[in-house]
């Protein structure tokens, strides 16, 4: 079988990273995005070679719009330099920042920066590179617990994920045509350095969390990685415009 590609954006640190490297263990070929730190993204390329994969890194702002005709060029160079491939088979939409402010005080421009990120940035990012992705490829964009249950503070944050959920959807039904399918993972509280570390250093907002989920603790970055990698096998190829919470049951 030919080797499957992924690119998976934001994945030189935290869940993208962890992501990265259970996809590249199961045999996928990564190109991965980083926003500022070269040398952290290069070093989890070398992680991926180590598995036996080929990996490469690539800069991108998730939130400029006006790059991705370049960034799309650079993808397209780095399939034929590396893989001497013109598409990729997989892509993640996991790119991200934390915002945490009450409703009544949230400003237009912390908005616009949340849209832009996980929003808009996604939409047109995952439109710019349909041409360079195989047909019967998967899509799998990445939500949060927070469009389903409300945590004070997550008012844009969380609607913005929401767009993403029905986005899938319509993904779904608009690239069928090509094979494409397209689901949304939904990961609840995660240990790792999003959003400042909160769940992952704060103690009582852990254990807060930890006695609101059905399996007793919060999740830590291989619960994720790991439903990733299941989530683009060929296992679960007839999955489609689904909606996945991985969060051990937060709130229910």
Known sequence: ??????????????L???????????????ILTYNSSEQEAQDVVREIEAKGVKGA?????VGDITSFDNFTRDVQKTLRTVWQRDAFDYLLNNAGTGLYAPYAETTVAQF?????????????LTQSLLPVMNDGGR??????????????????YAAMKGAMEVLTRYQAKELGARGISVNIIAPGAIETDFGGGRV????????????QTAL?????????????????????????????????????
């Open 139 to 156: 899509i799998l964009n990445v939500s949060s617990g927070l469009a389903r249950f409300t945590q004070p503070g997550s008012s844009a």
């Open 112 to 124: 616009d920066e949340a849209m832009n990120i996980h929003f808009k940035g996604p939409f047109f």
């Open 57 to 61: 890194a690539l800069q991108l702002n």
């Open 1 to 14: 079988m030919t080797e499957r590609i992924a690119l998976v954006t934001g994945g030189s640190r935290g």
């Open 16 to 30: 993208g990273k962890n992501a990265v490297l259970k996809l590249a263990a199961a045999g996928t070929g990564i």
């Open 216 to 252: 007793g603790r919060v999740g830590l970055p291989d619960d994720i990685g790991d439903a990733i990698a299941a989530l683009l096998s060929d296992n679960l190829g007839w999955m489609n415009a689904q909606r996945i919470e991985v969060s051990g049951g937060m709130f229910l």
């Open 200 to 211: 992952r250093d704060n103690a009582q907002l852990n254990q807060l969390l930890a006695s």
